[in-house]
């Protein structure tokens, strides 16, 4: 099992930067899939990118934030990172991150259902 707790979450205007942290109850290298979801009413839950923790640290993150967002892997602190430049208004959602211990996330790492591991989610808004 694993306990997960994200921090950092917060208000920042349109083109500004945040970074979330998500801290680990275990080591880094013992979670196989580490991943960064968002959710809003209107969209759901999307995942936004993840990394391969538990192997060569492959990271991924889906199209809409390639090039702004970067995923972070610290095991000295067992704490993970999601780095946001450039905000835009479509960023605003509560935030979460998820391990996987299996790595079901291999296959499909947008998949929430690859995760069985949440923490509580940190809110994130963007205003113009």
């Known amino acids: 099992q694993v306990q997960l707790k994200e921090s950092g979450g917060g208000s920042v205007q349109v083109g500004g930067s945040l970074t ?16 960064w979801f968002r959710h809003t009413p209107a969209k759901g839950r999307e995942g936004v990118a993840a990394i391969e923790s538990g192997g060569n640290g492959m990271t991924f993150l889906t199209d809409s934030v390639k090039g702004r967002f970067t995923i972070i892997q610290d ?4 704490m993970f990172y ?7 208004p479509e960023a605003a959602a509560v935030y979460y991150c998820a391990a996987d211990l299996v790595g079901r996330a291999r ?22």
């Open 20 to 35: 979330l942290s998500c801290a680990v109850s275990r080591e880094p290298w013992s979670i196989r899939f580490l991943g």
């Open 75 to 78: 095991n000295a602190k067992k």
């Open 82 to 88: 999601l780095q946001m430049n450039n905000l835009k």
């Open 107 to 128: 296959n499909w790492w947008e998949s929430s259902s690859a995760y069985d591991y949440w923490g509580q989610g940190t809110q994130v808004n963007v205003s113009s």
